[in-house]
């Protein structure tokens, strides 16, 4: 089939190739939380941002455990203050089902041994419910690409305890980083540095699945419970710097 434009130009439609825009897929989200009005409020601003879809609601941990496992959601935004569990609790039971779900963490809690277990539980994200929404959306962003977050009003306090707290049940001792492989060391730097899986695979040329691996096994081997474990071990043998942190 043929066609002529206004100049006369003769077009062959067999010959046209029209190119299609990649529509970016939406990251889908469960909200955990007790309270409808908060829910309400986080989903609507959630739906007005391109980025996110909101895949379901939960109000409270039995239901936020089997709705993920239901709907397998990107990632999941867990209130820490829930009427039949704790959103610490729940993030451990979420993550140790699917650990494939990012997690982030918002609270009314600031003290600092809230934000440390969370991240021990496996949350990858922490925000306070006294921020403004951007700092959410900021969080969800970073987290969604496997990013650690916290909140901005609240790392301080995080630096200040990296290198005062004990790490749980280890002792940290280089004999025990020399059991690491080469690989895992240099994976277990890297962690420490605050890369994330999908940026020490595309440095390291290798898939994201198998620096999920190295991670799995140098909390193995080193007995550590969470990154913000690795971290202060990571410290305190000097491996890194934490003034970088600060």
């Known amino acids: 089939m043929e066609y002529h434009t206004k100049q006369g130009i003769r077009v062959d439609c067999n010959q046209v190739h029209i190119r299609s825009i990649p529509v970016k897929k939406k990251r889908s989200i469960l909200i955990v939380d007790d309270h409808p009005l908060f829910r309400e409020g986080l989903k609507s601003m959630l739906e007005r941002d391109r980025r996110f879809t909101v895949a379901g609601e939960a109000g409270n941990g039995k239901e936020g455990l089997a709705m993920a496992k239901q709907l397998q959601p990107d990632m999941i935004i867990v209130d820490i203050s829930l009427p039949d569990i704790t959103g610490i609790n729940l993030t451990y039971d979420i993550r140790k089902a699917l650990p494939h779900i990012h997690i982030i963490i918002v609270s009314m809690h600031s003290k600092i041994d809230y934000i440390t277990e969370a991240f021990q539980a496996g949350a990858t994200g922490y925000v306070s419910k006294d921020s403004a929404s951007d700092m959410l959306l900021q969080g969800l962003e970073k987290v969604s690409k496997g990013e650690f977050f916290i909140d901005t009003s609240l790392s301080h306090q995080v630096i200040e305890r990296l290198t005062g707290l004990p790490i749980r049940e280890?002792?940290?001792?280089?004999?025990?980083?020399?059991?690491?492989?080469?690989?895992?060391?240099?994976?277990?730097?890297?962690?420490?540095?605050?890369?994330?899986?999908?940026?020490?695979?595309?440095?390291?040329?290798?898939?994201?699945?198998?620096?999920?691996?190295?991670?799995?096994?140098?909390?193995?081997?080193?007995?550590?419970?969470?990154?913000?474990?690795?971290?202060?071990?990571?410290?305190?043998?000097?491996?890194?710097?934490?003034d970088l942190w600060k």
Do not use: F
């Not at 002792?171 to 690989?183: A, E, G, H, M």
């Not at 994976?187 to 994201?208: D, F, H, N, Q, T």
């Not at 096994?217 to 080193?222: C, F, Q, S």
């Open 170 to 242: 280890a002792k940290v001792s280089s004999d025990d980083y020399n059991s690491l492989t080469p690989r895992e060391q240099e994976v277990m730097r890297m962690l420490a540095e605050g890369s994330s899986p999908k940026e020490i695979a595309s440095r390291l040329y290798i898939s994201p699945k198998t620096v999920e691996n190295h991670r799995a096994n140098i909390m193995k081997k080193l007995n550590l419970k969470g990154t913000m474990e690795l971290v202060r071990y990571a410290a305190r043998i000097g491996l890194i710097d934490i």
